[in-house]
């Protein structure tokens, strides 16, 4: 089974194929310490204008939206 490290999955750009937008990077992970197991990436918002109005929300991707994690680009397919 093909691995990869945390540091590897934060620089690859993440896709929403059904939309075709692009995300971003990720920026955290979050695992379900009992089991072990990812439950999400998480991509940080961007700033708003200049960042002096705050941040936009951050999207979080459940594990089983991704539908695919290649060499530069993690595949997802979310609303």
């Known amino acids: 089974m093909p691995s990869c ?6 620089n690859k750009e993440i896709i929403n194929i059904k939309t075709g937008v692009r995300l971003g990077f990720p920026s955290d992970i979050e695992i379900d310490l009992e089991t072990g197991k990812f439950v999400s990436i ?16 951050d999207i979080i991707i459940k594990w089983e939206n991704i539908k695919n994690i290649g060499d530069d680009l993690i595949i997802v397919e979310m609303e």
């Open 5 to 10: 490290s945390i540091n590897e999955i934060r």
């Open 42 to 57: 998480v991509v940080s918002g961007g700033y708003k204008i200049m960042g002096l109005f705050g941040r936009e929300n």
